[in-house]
């Protein structure tokens, strides 16, 4: 069986730690899309480990995990996330499988992407790690690739190549020095050598793993309306969020992928800039955001709060073909004397059911709420549905109906034990 995972809203759902319970039947654990921007927490006895690069399925001993071909990689990001493990006493040799194909991120990304957020027109509010640029490259065709990196005459070529031209943009665009050939040849020609040994045909390693009869689960980085297609653009990740970004972004066709689950938060969070039609007053905002801890696991910043949005839920079923739901942070809405969920938008005296594609609408549009009444009670020790407060039972089964797909996990803490399975 082979499953994809993807974020419903706008990332940070808690995918990491649906991956590593999930993980824990699975032989194969792949990032198809993203990079360091992502941030996935998997907290195990009490320790945190957040992954940026590396698949959540890390911690369980025997798994093999894969960043495939869809990723973009900063070679120093990831160096740092092995040696972390390292020190943990997490063995990544012979587990961790990189694509040969896959971009790599260099600093002159990095510093386009600050460059570009600092003193360009549109603040999108990035983490600056430099995915917009290494994806633009990617697709101008002028990207850098892992197999590049482990040959001198390729990376010569293509770095020089691109240096001509970017230094160029930075001067004089940007007033910025741009970027010294010989330093950076040779600073990633090391980071080739450090990675050759975790380099191969990942295409291919999980053809022969699906031939095997072997689970793979695919790990979704950011969430649906971070996709760069259907999420609201421009306020979007610049890759393919959405269940089929794990096909181009690993080689695996679709007619291999057999389930796709949705990671959701009880209510919604958004980092960065761009439109959040059921997004919180900033008094209640400020309150559930200190309650949940709501800060980026990769930038730190503070994540925007709002209600549970079922126009989002019911838009990120329909384009991920999601057959379940891992609802998480049931904990944070514990003592509300109310919770409401939006499920529809008003406009112009329009009303909209669907997800509107006009980023205008978006914008400026008024959620319409259904009320539910909370339940006064903590919950974060409960581990079997039956003894859920009554109230919180009535909202997971609202939300099921309303998003139109069954809730299959309910999390009610950050540890792998805090989880009520319902079926
Ligand atoms: P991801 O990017 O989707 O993997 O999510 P993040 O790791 O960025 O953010 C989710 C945060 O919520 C992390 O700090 C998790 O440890 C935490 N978390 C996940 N599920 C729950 C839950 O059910 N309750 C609480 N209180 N925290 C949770
Ligand atoms: P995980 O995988 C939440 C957001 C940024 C910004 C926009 C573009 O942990 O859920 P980028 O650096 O990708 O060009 O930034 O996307 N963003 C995320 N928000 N979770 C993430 O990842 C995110 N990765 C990027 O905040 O709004
Ligand atoms: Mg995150």
Not at 27 to 47: E, F, L, M, P, W
Not at 96 to 114: F, G, Q, T, W
Not at 174 to 181: A, C, E, K, N, S
Not at 204 to 218: E, P, T, V, W
């Amino acid at each position: 069986m082979n499953t994809v995972i993807i974020g419903a809203q706008w990332g940070d759902e808690g995918k990491g730690k649906i991956i590593d319970i999930l993980s824990d039947k699975a032989d194969y654990i792949v990032r198809y899309q993203g990079g360091s921007n992502a941030g996935h927490t998997v907290v195990v006895n009490g320790k945190e480990y957040i992954f940026h690069l590396i698949p959540s399925g890390i911690l369980r001993a025997k798994k093999v995990c894969c960043i495939g071909n869809g990723v973009t990689i900063d070679p120093q990001a990831l160096i740092k996330e092995i040696s972390g493990l390292r020190e943990a006493g997490i063995a990544v040799d012979n587990r961790l499988k990189i694509s040969y194909l896959a971009h790599i991120i260099l600093p002159y990304h990095k510093v386009l992407d600050e460059l570009r957020e600092t003193k360009g027109v549109r603040k999108i509010g990035t983490t600056r790690r430099g995915i917009g640029p290494c994806y633009a490259d990617k697709i101008n065709r002028c990207g850098i690739r892992v197999v590049d990196l482990l040959n001198p005459a390729s990376l010569r070529e293509k770095l020089n190549d691109n240096l001509k031209e970017k230094n160029e943009i930075f001067k004089k665009v940007y007033r910025h020095p741009g970027f010294d050939f010989n330093s950076l040849y040779k600073e990633y020609l090391n980071y080739g050598k450090i990675i050759s040994p975790y380099a191969c045909n990942t295409a291919s390693l999980l053809d022969k793993a699906i031939k095997n009869k072997k689970d793979i689960l695919f790990e979704g980085a950011q969430g649906t309306f971070l996709d760069i297609d259907f999420g609201t653009y421009p306020y979007v990740t610049s890759s393919s969020t959405t269940s089929g970004g794990s096909s181009i972004g690993t080689g695996v066709a679709p007619l291999n992928i057999n389930n796709v689950i949705g990671v959701a938060k009880a209510y919604t969070t958004r980092v960065g800039e761009g439109p959040f039609p059921s997004e919180f007053p900033p008094v209640f905002g400020k309150f559930i955001r200190e309650k949940g801890s709501e800060f980026g696991s990769t930038t730190g910043r503070p994540r925007r709060c709002g209600w549970f949005d079922s126009v989002m839920i019911k838009e990120a079923v329909l384009l991920n073909g999601i057959s379940e739901l891992a609802l998480t942070k049931l904990d944070i809405l514990d003592g509300l004397k109310e919770i409401k969920v939006a499920y529809a938008y008003k406009y112009k005296g329009k009303t909209f059911t669907e997800f509107p594609c006009d980023s205008m609408v978006l914008k400026n549009a008024k959620p319409v709420y259904k009320e539910f009444p909370g339940w006064n009670k903590s919950i974060d020790k409960i581990r079997c549905y039956a003894d859920l407060p009554k109230n919180a039972k009535a909202y997971i089964s609202a939300l099921a109906d309303i998003s139109g797909v069954r809730i299959s996990m309910v999390s009610v803490g950050s540890g792998r034990e805090d989880t009520i399975f319902l079926d």
